[in-house]
């Protein structure tokens, strides 16, 4: 196996199928300790049997170390319990990769609330969760003198990035995940953690009829980036955001100021139109929405 990772322990969430069990076994064969976690939900979030056993014994056949974790991520006590089976088999934590999550796709007015609540919670309250009881581990750690070399890479998606008719709710959470990781990486540096998000593209029982996928990536194509990133060689890059679909990897810009006007004093109502058109003319045009 190669020494990209050797000696390190991840967490690997919804990792018993697409792209969760090619990052996890990504980063056994490049010598971490992996937690396969798996809460085992269908694609539109019903409870399943999970498949982490079967990713766990690839794992090991192939002379790694890994253990399965069947916790809901976006349980906030689960979670906890989660980093510190981590800790109590393998001794600490040094990656998180947050992957967990399913579609319920909608057009905005076919919505339900009990849709919009459930995606939120798995998408932007699973990587929450996890990050939050990852985060006060590294933290107590670097105060007693024993400062992890940490990862985390979220996962977020070209939905959350320029957004996707159909998937208004799912665009808002994984848009919301973009965003917590530029905070959470503002935040943590000082522990020695990097935060970083990908937005994979591939070929996955989420994709799976709502695209045609006959020309799409595999899960495995998007986790040597992950495998990077986790290692200790990736301690320069932080905050960022990269888009991967197979073999073509983008950096976004995210959110960053543009043309700017400023009024003599508080604006007037009939002034904003032209002077906001304006702004517009001298700005790059948006991305479109995928499907538009």
Request: a negative charge; aromatic letters at 4%.
């Amino acid at each position: 196996m190669s020494k990209l990772l050797e000696g390190r322990i991840a967490i690997v969430t919804g990792a018993g199928r697409g792209i969760g069990r090619a990052h996890a076994l990504e980063l056994a064969r490049h010598g971490a300790k992996v937690v396969v976690n798996d809460f085992g939900v269908s694609n539109n979030g019903e409870k399943t049997d999970s498949p982490a056993h079967e990713v766990v014994a690839e794992i090991e056949a192939m002379g790694g170390a890994a253990v399965v974790n069947g916790a809901d991520v976006a349980d906030f006590e689960q979670a906890a319990a989660m980093v510190q089976q981590a800790i109590d088999t393998f001794g600490g934590l040094d990656i998180l990769v947050n992957n967990a999550g399913f579609v319920r796709d909608r057009m905005l007015v076919n919505a339900s609330e009990e849709e919009f609540d459930a995606v939120m919670r798995v998408h932007l309250k699973g990587h929450f969760a996890p990050l939050r009881h990852a985060a006060a581990y590294w933290r107590a750690e670097s105060k007693e003198g024993r400062q992890r070399v940490a990862r985390v890479i979220n996962t977020t998606s070209g939905a959350g990035l320029q957004g996707s008719i159909g998937q208004v709710v799912y665009s808002a959470a994984k848009g919301g995940i973009a965003t917590m990781t530029l905070v959470a990486a503002a935040e943590l540096g000082r522990v020695g953690v990097t935060v970083n998000a990908i937005a994979p593209v591939a070929k996955t029982r989420m994709t799976e009829g709502a695209f045609d996928t006959s020309e799409m990536a595999l899960p495995e194509d998007n986790s040597p980036l992950v495998a990077w990133l986790a290692s200790e060689e990736a301690g320069d890059v932080t905050g960022r955001v990269i888009e991967v679909d197979g073999s073509l990897m983008t950096l976004e810009n995210a959110w960053s100021h543009g043309p700017a006007a400023k009024a003599d004093g508080r604006w007037v109502a009939g002034d904003v139109g032209a002077a906001l058109r304006g702004l517009i003319a001298g700005a790059p045009a948006p991305e479109p929405v995928y499907g538009a």
